[in-house]
């Protein structure tokens, strides 16, 4: 209904079909101004629809509200008894399966009113262009492309542009390119002003009951420690013995590695958080999920599973230099080295808080983008108290002139994995330094690891490393070698080829990766939710000071609420 409202104000010669009649049940295509009034009520309807697809409330209370509106203006505009019918047609099941309705509302904040005011702004061009030009046969002369573009944004600010036309359709594209911009800027102001529902985070206490997790069973997950991520929120399961950490991101309920805990208790954790996906109607993703953790998740909650790629894991008492397979890094070490480099591996807890606070700031401004990026392989903090056995392997050249942060040159942070591991969480170096600084401080953080009691060491994820190896091989088919070529040009834009060749060079065991979804047609929204939670995609501008979040309190989740109601009854 709301496609055939916005024909019917963006095409003359369709208000008339008959298939414009379905639409009429609504208001929006009747009094003097039907074209804008049509045009404003398509674009609302498309809006409701999508809230009601995934059974939110409060698009369920407005649709129950704008039927019977329908219906009375109907009957009052056009003395239409089948409209009042179809109205009282369409609120009956609405009333009838009203328990079906139940999503409660996204964490949302002052940026859903900037990204509103962009993409209606976009869509409300884009639409206008359509406006203006429907009409060729009424228009004064031949008007150019910038001429439409111009009178399409003077219309959406409702004054009159360049392009005339013949008789009254001046009228209607003026009415229509005015609702259009009437529509964006009420849309918006809504957006900013309308009550916070912060994004729940990490609190104090859920942080204190991850840890304790993880002394237990941290050993298992070499993601385990990036579960601690301050801007993710959690779900324990009932017996506490587990939890699912996950962070909400354009809808998608998206949780990373497998759960934390008791792998007998992970079936609880789970059911919570597919309870927490139904009750805000969003969609259920898990990326970066071990072999078990994907035979669990299908198991407990009838999702699939598809491979992503592998995780390298380099053990400690098999790594060595030596051998013509290790030649490249060996001549690479030494030959930094030579040139007067040194490296220093340590616990953060034995760093001064001088010495952290200089790696700190380094690290901050060696990062290649604005943005930073990770989330199911980051842990997106340096230095923190809580953090004392995380490991910092730094490079120093000391016949060097000091800089602004001494002789530091680059840095390696690994987080713990159980009491025996470490997990490489970023990579940084001074862009003024030699190549090789990565392989320089790897190689020298494996070779620290015994007497720092680490006996195996994760390094970076390589995503579809099994196509690049199996593709570069002889006697690969045409549909496998045109697969990696795909994935050897998305290299251009994404470290997919340089960091399987990286990782190679270490001559790890690849551990498999898997993402587990719901269904086929939900892989792309998952895809671009991922590249948003791993900062490859930033949608974010620079907001007015009065559209600004403020600062607001941790929000726990449905399940921790209903808990914590308990214990307090």
Known sequence: MGVLDIAAGVFPRFRHSRMHTIAEVLPGSFGPFA????????ILLLLLAHGLRRGKRRAWRAAVALLPAGAVAQFIYRHSLIGVIISLA??????????????????????????????????????????????????VGDPSLADRITHVLYGLFGFEGPVDYQGNTSWTVGF??????????????????????????????????????????GRRDSLGHFALRRDKAVVFSPSGKAAVTYRVVSGVMLAS???????????????RFMDEAR?????????????????????ETGLDALELGDEAVVDVADFSLAGRAMRNVRQMVKRIERAGYETRVRRVRDLGEAELERIRDAAED??????????????????????????????????????????????????????????????RRDRSADPGMNELLIVAALQAAPKL??????????????????????????????????????????????????????????EPRFVVYRASADLPRIGFAAMQAEGFVNLALPLPRFLRRRRTAPRACTHAVAERDVRAA
């Not at 309705?101 to 262009?129: E, I, K």
């Not at 340096?382 to 490079?395: E, R, V, Y």
């Open 90 to 139: 369409l609120l009956a099941p609405l009333l009838r399966h009203r328990d079906q309705f139940r999503a409660l509302p996204d964490p949302r904040s002052r940026w859903r009113a900037l990204a509103n005011f962009v993409l209606m702004g976009a869509g409300s061009l884009v639409l206008g262009l359509v406006i203006v030009s429907v009409h060729p046969n009424r228009m």
């Open 257 to 271: 590695g497998d759960p934390i805990g008791d792998v007998e208790a992970w079936p609880g954790a789970i059911e």
């Open 453 to 510: 009691g680490i006996t195996r060491v994760s390094l970076n994820f390589a995503m579809f490393r099994s196509a690049l190896a199996r593709g570069e091989k002889i006697g690969a088919g045409p549909v496998l070698r045109a697969w990696r070529g795909l994935l050897v040009f998305l290299s251009r834009w994404f470290q997919i080829e340089s960091l399987y060749k990286f990782n190679a060079k270490f001559q790890p065991r690849w």
């Open 35 to 42: 074209a804008a009034l049509s045009l404003s009520a398509g």
């Open 176 to 217: 229509s390119l005015g609702a259009l911009g009437l529509l964006t800027a009420i849309t918006t102001i809504y957006l900013a002003f309308r009550p916070e529902h912060p994004a729940a985070r990490l609190t104090e206490e859920d942080e204190a009951r991850l840890r304790a997790l993880l002394e237990k069973h």
């Open 279 to 299: 009750a805000h109607s969003w969609t259920p993703a898990v990326m970066g999920c071990s072999e078990t953790g994907g035979e669990v998740w299908t198991r």
């Open 366 to 427: 060696w990062r290649g983008t604005d943005t930073e990026r990770g989330f199911s392989m980051a842990l997106g903090r340096i230095g923190d108290a809580a953090d004392g056995d995380c490991l910092i392997a730094t490079a120093h050249k000391a016949d060097d002139q000091p800089g602004e942060y001494g002789d530091l040159k680059a840095i390696l942070h690994f987080v713990p994995w159980g009491t025996d591991g470490a997990s490489l969480d970023l990579m």
